[in-house]
């Protein structure tokens, strides 16, 4: 935000733009917005040493300041900076007259745009660090301001006009009082660095010696600090004369928070100050939002056509299921012929008569006699994959064998041929043996371990 740059001296108006600068008796109108450095008519600014609380600074000042005769009517007392020292504390103030604050005040909130008050003292303390000082020539007032470790000194003298020679006058003397206040306090023996402001001198021609270097020089010399000049800038009047000015620097160092119009106008100020980079960033969210919109859309997009191949893909194998369904139909005869498999499995899976015979004949011998072998077919209901058996009848031989064990013997000699006898009544099925020595056996192969022989009957 550009704004004006407008100095109130005693009796008269600076306005600053760009690189014209007016001059005028009265108050000007402003056409934007501007920084009022304000040197109040009648004002007086000074350090003052309080003990107590900082609270009531403003009446300790008032009252200190009627009694000493420096005000005699109403006042506005403006408070710039409360410093601890020790106990107390040093405060630096400007009492201005209060119908020239009310003036000024009701002006500047009178104004179309934002127009900030910021006293010429205040905006002095802003330039400060400790170590330094500044001296501001404006018209016939100089005023100083320096700040050391602990103490603040200020001094303020009014020449008798803006002449060369009494300016010069003014400025010796004013040096004169400030080496006095450094001499009084030996324990900062560190040289203070001044800078020299002057804001509205006759501009010099090339080759001559500016006025404000020449006051510079002379301050410099009474009292044995360093003075160095801030960047001057040329500025040229209605009737084209120039004239030199630092108020460009000065207006580099103020701040809304050293004004003293009212919050909500300082604030209406900061608001405006910083709608451009509020627009800025709003338009760098709004670039932002729209990348990742569009590369969210994108992303959408890609998904939508990766979606859609996947369903014609899925719709090509179902056509394909379906052309394939009909060739995949079982020809005509298939049960039958899976019929007659299984049941030929069955008979290769089951036990062989010849080779069981050999086996029972083998197991008999010596031992016992074979009266009957035959081959057991399932009981109906029973499933179709389950095996065929061997029944055998036979009777102990008295003549054969260790006695008493013949049937021992081969029943042990049959599993070692691989079968699974079990025994059977040989009239009903009940017991191992009958009367007269007679004994039956179903010979079975044993299943083998997870051999799932289960099949459902074919009906």
């Known amino acids: 935000m550009s704004m004006q740059n407008i100095v109130q001296l005693p009796g008269r108006w600076l306005t600053f733009d760009q690189d ?28 003052m040493s309080l003990e107590g609380s900082s609270a009531h600074a403003v009446a300790l000042i008032e009252k200190r300041l ?11 007392i403006l408070i710039h900076k409360n ?73 303020a003298s009014m020449a008798y006009s803006e002449d060369a020679s009494d300016l010069s006058m003014t400025a010796g003397a004013l040096a004169q009082q400030v080496a006095d206040d450094l001499s009084r306090n030996d324990e900062e023996s560190e040289p203070l ?30 009292t044995g600090c360093q003075v160095k000049q801030v960047p001057m800038q040329v500025y040229h009047d209605a009737e084209g ?39 800025a960033a709003s338009l760098l969210i709004a670039i932002a939002l729209g990348t990742l919109g569009t590369r969210w859309m994108l992303a959408a997009h890609d998904a939508n056509e990766r979606s859609e191949t996947i369903s014609q893909e899925i719709a090509s194998l179902e056509e394909q299921a379906r052309q394939l369904s009909g060739k995949a139909a079982m020809p005509p005869g298939f049960d039958a012929a899976m019929q007659f498999v299984n049941k030929a499995k069955t008979l290769t899976d089951g036990l062989d008569p010849v080779t069981g015979l050999e086996s029972i004949r083998l197991a008999a011998q010596d031992e016992v006699r074979v009266l009957r072998v035959r081959v057991e077919q399932p009981a109906p209901g029973q499933a179709t994959a389950t095996p065929r058996t061997l029944r ?61 022989t289960t099949t459902e009957p074919t009906t």
């Open 66 to 76: 009627r009694a000493d005769g420096l005000i005699d009517g109403e006042g506005k």
């Open 241 to 279: 004369q120039a004239w030199s000015s630092g108020i460009a620097w000065m207006a580099a160092q103020a701040s809304p928070r050293d004004a003293v119009n009212p919050t909500a106008s300082r604030a209406a100020y900061l608001a405006e100050w910083a709608l451009p980079l509020a627009s």
């Open 20 to 47: 014209r600068v007016t001059v005028s008796d009265t108050r000007p109108r402003l056409e934007g917005p501007a920084w009022l450095f304000a040197e109040f008519e009648g004002g007086n600014s000074g350090v």
């Open 193 to 222: 660095q001044f800078r020299w402001c002057s804001l509205f001198v006759p501009a010099t021609e090339p080759g001559q010696a500016p006025a404000n270097q020449q006051l510079a020089e002379i301050f410099a010399v009474n």
């Open 392 to 452: 055998v009848d036979g009777m102990v031989d008295a003549d054969r064998g260790t006695p008493g064990m013949q049937i021992a013997t081969f029943v042990e000699r049959l599993r070692r041929e691989g079968f699974d006898p079990e025994p059977l009544d040989p009239q009903s099925g009940g017991a191992t043996r009958a009367g007269g020595g007679v004994f039956s056996y179903l010979l079975k192969r044993p299943t083998p371990a997870g051999t799932d």
């Open 83 to 155: 410093r601890s020292m020790g106990a107390g504390y040093q405060t630096l103030f400007t009492a201005v007259p209060l119908d020239t604050w009310q003036q000024t005040y009701a002006w500047a909130e009178a104004q179309p745009d934002h127009c900030l008050v910021v006293p010429l003292t205040s905006l002095m303390w802003r330039t400060l660090k400790a170590g330094d000082g500044l001296v501001v020539h404006s018209g016939r007032q100089m005023s100083v301001l320096a700040l050391r470790k602990h103490d603040i000194i200020h001094r």
